[in-house]
């Protein structure tokens, strides 16, 4: 079981350049990966977001990709003259139908978007993509390692919850058997007090008694209740992606409860729903941070 919430970093570095990946996640139904990363790296977008792919299965994804070269020559710099010369024009044209000075400068020319154009050394593109590739699985290891501690964490916490509704499961389950005994004793009082012992037809009074403990038997929905806990217990122990798996089987936890509550008009009982129904909304939470 992992969290869907992490955060990782990692750096590689060879012949003065370095590449810095820094990886936030947190919880989203599906897995929604978003790059921030230099134009100059625009190249190895495609395949580092294959593989966060690979790696991760759940959660909004935010990449921040960072890159500095400090080697000679790994950088160079080239003006797009045609469009500095088009750019100076226009503005001298501008100045001159508006009477406006022409105070034109270089830092103006130079802050011109594209005006300048920095390029990375012949050659270079291969050793960034393995740069970005090494950063990036290193920022992953250090994600994953945080999203398995959180997911030990909330393994015990979610454990501790199933045992608390495993117990009121268990008092549903006793009470379930005394029930109809208990509601056929009040019926057969009531029936007396109304007629004042002049007597019962005992074929209507057991057929009655029948047709209400039908109506009121929770035997396959305890059992039920029952079958799932265990599967949430043995899905929540493994190590691959669950957390849609386990929304699933808490729906249908939160689903037997609400049946048997509909069923029972015992008040141990219908407490004791409520009370599961408390532990499978907290259960709930926590299966949302869930991969």
Do not use: W
Not at 161 to 173: M, V
């Amino acid at each position: 079981m992992r969290s869907m919430t992490g955060f990782g970093r990692a750096e590689a570095e060879e012949n003065g350049r370095k590449v810095t990946v820094e990886i936030k996640a947190v919880n989203h139904r599906f897995l929604d990966v978003t790059f921030r990363m230099p134009r100059a790296l625009s190249f190895a977008e495609e395949s580092m977001r294959k593989a966060v792919r690979e790696r991760l299965s759940r959660g909004k994804v935010d990449v921040y990709v960072g890159y500095s070269a400090i080697a000679d020559g790994a950088k160079t710099a080239s003006a797009d003259i045609a469009l500095i010369r088009s750019y100076v024009d226009a503005a001298r044209a501008a100045a001159a139908l508006t009477d406006i000075a022409d105070d034109l400068k270089l830092s103006d020319i130079l802050s011109i978007p594209d005006a300048i154009m920095i390029e990375e050394e012949k050659g270079g593109e291969g050793l960034l993509t393995n740069l970005c590739s090494k950063a990036l699985q290193g920022a992953l290891d250090a994600l994953e390692e945080m999203r398995e501690r959180e997911g030990a964490e909330l393994y015990n916490d979610i454990t501790a919850c199933l045992a608390d509704l495993e117990a009121q499961a268990a008092l549903i389950g006793a009470r379930k058997e005394s029930v109809p005994k208990e509601y056929a004793e009040k019926l057969r009082l009531r029936i007396r007090e109304l007629t004042e012992g002049s007597g019962l037809d005992e074929a209507r009074f057991n057929a009655e008694v029948a047709y209400m403990a039908d109506r009121m038997d929770i035997s396959e929905e305890v059992v039920r209740l029952a079958t799932h806990i265990n599967q949430f217990r043995a899905a929540a122990g493994a190590r691959d992606a669950v957390g849609r798996k386990l929304d699933f089987m808490v729906q249908e936890m939160n689903r037997e409860l609400n049946t048997i509550g509909s069923k029972s008009a015992d008040m141990a009982i219908t407490n004791a729903v409520i009370e599961g129904k408390s532990i499978v909304e907290k259960i709930r939470e926590q299966v949302q941070n869930i991969e």
